[in-house]
């Protein structure tokens, strides 16, 4: 089993940033890749940014250029810099992490932070 909390969420004007974290509750080095997915009010959830297990990004063609993805190994943390925020970045983000558990791919959620942007 792992933990995920999430945190780092707030309220921000348009243009202004916020720093995301995901603190895991054990070592990430062996995880298959972890990532930001948000869900708007009435969306669908969708990918933000992944990043692998050897520090290959993705990133949603919405946030290209604004947001950027990385991890600390030896915090156990993922991070999400968003700066440029826009409104319409406006969601419930959520970090996700991939483990291959006995060979089969698990999938774990954190608890969600939120992140208002005003117009």
């Known amino acids: 089993q792992v933990q995920l909390v999430d945190s780092g969420g707030g309220l921000v004007q348009a243009g202004g940033s916020l720093r995301l974290s995901c603190a895991a509750s054990k070592s990430i080095f062996s995880f298959n890749a972890m990532g930001w997915y948000r869900q708007a009010p009435g969306k669908q959830r969708e990918l933000v940014a992944r990043?692998?297990?050897?520090?290959?990004?993705t990133y949603a063609d919405s946030v290209k250029g604004r947001f950027t993805i990385s991890r600390d190994n030896n915090k156990n943390t993922v991070y999400l810099q968003m700066n440029s925020l826009k409104p319409e970045d406006t969601a419930v983000y959520y970090c996700n992490a991939e483990l291959y558990v006995l060979g089969v791919l698990q999938t774990y959620w954190g608890q969600g932070t939120q992140v208002t942007v005003s117009s």
């Open positions: 990043i692998s297990g050897r520090a290959t990004t």
